[in-house]
């Protein structure tokens, strides 16, 4: 290991209060983890551009039992739908 990561581990391990081998081996477990679960950038902008919107439109400022209520009534129309289409 080059002597300037060998300072930086030395220094986080210092105030992290941990040993050099503890923070090599939680750095190895994130980077393991990380790979074996990438991040899903195209679903992050999905949801960062749903919440923009929603705080464009002010639905970012709805109250819990506002929610519920939108909910429960988009469930009810979803049921009605299914409940008039004929049956093949």
């Known amino acids: 290991m ?3 990561q060998l300072k930086l581990v030395e220094r986080l391990a ?3 209060n941990r040993t050099r081998s503890e923070l090599v081996r939680e750095a190895l477990r994130q980077y393991h983890q990380k790979q074996e679960s990438p991040v899903n950038t195209e679903l992050i902008a999905a949801l960062r551009a749903v919440q923009e ?8 400022r709805l109250p819990q039992r506002a929610i519920s209520a939108e909910v429960a009534a ?3 129309e979803q ?5 008039k289409q004929p049956v093949r």
């Open 2 to 4: 080059p002597p300037t």
């Open 14 to 16: 210092k105030k992290e």
């Open 53 to 60: 919107d929603a705080r464009r439109s002010g639905l970012d």
């Open 74 to 76: 988009y469930r009810r």
């Open 79 to 83: 049921r009605q739908k299914s409940m």
